[in-house]
């Protein structure tokens, strides 16, 4: 083969050097620059304050619990739980093959704020602060149980994601045993500190920084990319200046320059298609089992599931079920986009 090498052009494989698995990316497919035109969904006006609201302030639960008229954030223990705290550790075994484990943990809803009709990207700064602090308490809370090794803080944003409340939201669920992504996470990490003496993702940030090609925005503390391995069209990750392993290891200053970095990222998704922008978005943190992991950077992922409008998504089917995750747009063009936008809402005018 003659040609040279053109990651733009020709279809290659990206390794993720976070779980150490590979995305195939295929960017012939999307040689023209975006034209189709963005569908906007009409927006539902949503108001302050839903009687029919299960996390609104002063409204009944399940199970007849009713919450208090919280101001400003508000943690309950999910009236629906998928762990529980009480499961005896209990382990099956047959051949090596059939094998169950007992799993205790916690589930936990985490209200951002009384106002039904906002979302992180409509929240002021100020007011994301007390979330940021909020996510800092529980993962504290949590990560001292003696059962607890993993905290896993999660928002599932919009229908698309299988959000049924609009109201701002998220939850947090600890668990006796790590996660597979965080399992895989902690393990390459350890890996990486171990053959090359350094973190990962304090290299890895310093080689974003210097190309520039994938960040979309910066503050004095965290910066925002898309990451050269990012499966999702417009998946993000906010990582940390500072090398740190939880979130409750971030000072006051951090704290909010966190809470500005999510507000802008999510202001950006939002003004892409025009739409409350979907995803999932997490923290990943050092695990709680009690074993020294200076390796470990804390970080958060968004996934968000749209590809090219509000209603046109990226399905994970196929060869990606089957084989390898896949893309057409590059990380760098998604970047350039993100990038590209306001961080003005543009509900706000
Ligand atoms: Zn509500
Ligand atoms: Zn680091
Ligand atoms: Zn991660």
Same mark, same amino acid.
């Given at each position: 083969m003659a040609t040279t090498f053109d990651p733009r052009e020709h279809p290659h494989r990206r390794l993720n050097p976070l779980t150490r698995e590979w995305v195939l990316v295929s960017p012939h497919r999307t040689q023209r620059p975006w034209q189709g035109q963005v569908e906007k969904v009409a927006r539902a006006e949503l108001p302050s304050y839903d009687p029919t609201c299960y996390l609104c302030p002063g409204n009944s639960r399940a199970g007849g619990h009713r919450n208090p008229n919280y101001t400003s954030t508000f943690v309950f223990e999910n009236d629906f739980a998928a762990l529980k705290p009480d499961v005896p550790d209990a382990r099956a075994d047959e051949a090596g093959i059939l094998v169950a484990e007992g799993e205790r943990g916690q589930c936990r809803v985490l209200c951002f704020s009384p106002d039904h009709s906002l979302t992180l990207a409509r929240m002021d700064v100020p007011s994301i602060i007390p979330v940021v602090e909020m996510w800092a308490e529980q993962y504290k809370e949590l990560g001292a149980l003696d059962y607890v090794s993993a905290v896993q803080i999660f928002e599932n944003r919009g229908e698309m994601m299988g959000a049924?409340?609009?109201?701002?939201?998220?939850?947090?669920?600890?668990?006796?045993?790590?996660?597979?992504?965080?399992? $895989?996470?902690?393990? =390459?990490?350890?890996?990486?500190?171990?053959?090359?003496?350094?973190?990962?993702?304090?290299?890895?940030?310093?080689?974003?920084?210097?190309?520039?090609?994938?960040?979309?925005?910066?503050?004095?503390?965290?910066?925002?990319?898309?990451?050269?391995?990012? =499966?999702? &069209?417009?998946?993000?990750?906010?990582?940390?200046?500072?090398?740190?392993?939880?979130?409750?290891?971030?000072?006051?200053?951090?704290?909010?320059?966190?809470?500005?970095?999510?507000?802008?990222?999510?202001?950006?998704?939002?003004?892409?298609?025009?739409?409350?922008?979907?995803?999932?978005?997490?923290?990943?943190?050092?695990?709680?089992?009690?074993?020294?992991? &200076?390796?470990?950077?804390?970080?958060?992922?968004?996934? &968000? &599931?749209?590809?090219?409008?509000?209603?046109?998504? $990226?399905?994970?089917?196929?060869?990606?079920?089957?084989?390898?995750?896949?893309r057409d747009i590059t990380a760098e063009s998604a970047a350039e986009r993100l990038r590209a936008l306001s961080e003005k809402h543009y509900l706000e005018d």
């Open positions: 049924s409340n609009p109201h701002p939201h998220g939850q947090v669920w600890a668990s006796r045993s790590l996660p597979n992504e965080l399992s $895989k996470e902690d393990s =390459a990490q350890l890996a990486y500190a171990q053959e090359r003496g350094g973190c990962l993702l304090c290299d890895y940030l310093a080689l974003e920084l210097r190309d520039g090609a994938r960040v979309v925005c910066e503050n004095e503390l965290f910066a925002a990319l898309v990451p050269y391995w990012a =499966a999702w &069209p417009f998946e993000t990750m906010i990582v940390g200046r500072r090398h740190a392993g939880s979130i409750d290891g971030l000072d006051s200053q951090e704290r909010a320059a966190l809470a500005d970095i999510l507000k802008r990222v999510t202001t950006r998704y939002d003004n892409l298609f025009e739409t409350s922008f979907p995803y999932t978005m997490g923290f990943h943190q050092r695990p709680t089992d009690g074993r020294e992991r &200076p390796h470990f950077h804390f970080h958060a992922h968004f996934y &968000p &599931p749209l590809l090219r409008s509000a209603t046109v998504r $990226k399905f994970m089917v196929g060869f990606e079920l089957l084989g390898t995750p896949q």
